[in-house]
């Protein structure tokens, strides 16, 4: 499978524990979103990066939650002292945004369980 | 900021009937509406999209809908088959395809063989 590729699939961690989330875009794709998923609502917008450049952050993003995309390819999601609201899917996208646009291609998710 | 409201929330038909989900849409510069099926388990996907140039677009038994006077789109589904089940999402972005998309909150369709 080329597409996004996102590792874990699945993390159950303890409230206070910090966890990290890792996002492989497809090759080509210049954009990287991260967006949170909650149970029967539609993924909410957290962060995105062009190349290696975070250019947005959601107001939804707390000061616990840090990412970064440091050469312009993989990202990486970090959350530190998670809380119990913070169990959530957490989905990746890639597309190439430029003179040419493609779609928003979504990872499989990371499913976080704080408890 | 955008804010997209999709209605309804659940839907059931019987197979072979139709399928029609709406969405309106806040930003009047957003111009770029994609719809992406979610089955159980698995990653959003792409279904179909539409520019705000265009007033309609169709692939085989889905068609997309667009009224950028009222803010709102429409996904239609025809002779839907039993696999056509997952919940689908609206979504909105402004200036292009690949720009971040702000969801709405989904519907389930389950069809009924």
């Known amino acids: 499978d080329t597409g996004v590729s996102q590792d874990p699939r699945h993390k159950i961690t303890k409230r206070g524990q910090n966890v990290t989330f890792r996002c492989d875009p497809i090759?080509?794709?210049?954009?990287l979103y991260w967006y949170r998923q909650t149970l029967g609502q539609g993924p909410e917008f957290l962060t995105y990066?062009?190349?290696?450049?975070?250019?947005?952050k959601s107001r939804l993003l707390s000061d616990r939650f840090s990412a970064e995309r440091p050469k312009g390819s993989f990202s990486t999601l970090e959350i530190q002292r998670t809380e119990q609201g913070d169990s959530a899917m957490y989905l990746c996208?890639?597309?190439?945004?430029?003179?040419?646009?493609?779609?928003?291609?979504f990872g499989q998710g990371t499913r976080l369980t704080v408890v | 900021g955008e804010n997209v409201e999709q209605h309804p929330s659940t839907l059931s038909v019987q197979e072979g009937d139709s399928a029609v989900i709406k969405c309106t849409y806040s930003?009047?510069?957003?111009?770029?509406f994609p719809w992406y099926k979610q089955e159980l388990g698995k990653r959003p996907q792409l279904i179909i999209d539409?520019?705000?140039?265009?007033g309609e677009k169709k692939d085989q038994r889905i068609a997309v809908t667009l009224n950028k006077t009222a803010k709102h789109f429409s996904l239609h589904i025809t002779e839907t088959q039993p696999e056509d089940s997952a919940v689908y999402f609206c979504?909105?972005?402004?200036?292009?395809?690949?720009?971040?998309?702000?969801f709405g909150g989904g519907t389930r369709v389950l069809v009924k063989p």
């Open positions: 539409i520019r705000s140039n265009v």
């Open positions: 930003d009047s510069a957003s111009n770029y």
């Open positions: 990066f062009q190349n290696e450049a975070q250019l947005e």
């Open positions: 979504a909105a972005s402004r200036r292009a395809a690949g720009n971040k998309l702000t």
């Open positions: 090759s080509e794709h210049n954009r």
């Open positions: 996208a890639s597309s190439f945004f430029g003179q040419t646009n493609t779609e928003a291609f």
